[in-house]
Nanobody
Framework: QVQLAESGGGLVQPGGSLRLSCVAS???????MGWYRQAPGKQRELVAT???????DYADSVKGRCRVSRENAKNSVYLQMNEMKAEDTATYYC??????????????WGQGTQVTVSS
């Protein structure tokens, strides 16, 4: 059974830190894992992704403040967010992409975890 279990969201003060975790189960040949976010009234946007070789991609708005990492053996991906700002407030979604076979790719999303930056 395919599952994405997210954790770590919550309320944090401006300038604070938060770490999000996501564990994927029931999937094979995972290629990319990462995080997207969606604020009220806005489109979902990339935060950070990491591929199976460790290559990363970050949104300009979080570069230098966030770090994405993964543990391949645990099918887990993490997002460490530092120096958080009010504009980081959003629902954060874990995303996993991979393939069952070379002609059959999948793209799964977690249920989302709320992150609120406020004093």
């Amino acid at each position: 059974q395919v599952q994405l279990a997210e954790s770590g969201g919550g309320l944090v003060q401006p300038g604070g830190s938060l770490r999000l975790s996501c564990v994927a189960s029931g999937m094979f040949h995972i290629v990319s894992m990462g995080w997207y976010r969606q604020a009220p009234g806005k489109q979902r946007e990339l935060v950070a992704t990491i591929n199976s070789g460790g290559g990363t991609d970050y949104a300009d708005s979080v570069k230098g403040r966030c770090r994405v990492s993964r543990e391949n053996a645990k099918n887990s991906v993490y997002l460490q967010m530092n120096e958080m700002k009010a504009e980081d407030t959003a629902t954060y979604y874990c995303n996993v992409r991979g393939y069952v076979d070379p002609t059959n790719w999948y793209d799964y999303w977690g249920q989302g975890t709320q992150v609120t930056v406020s004093s």
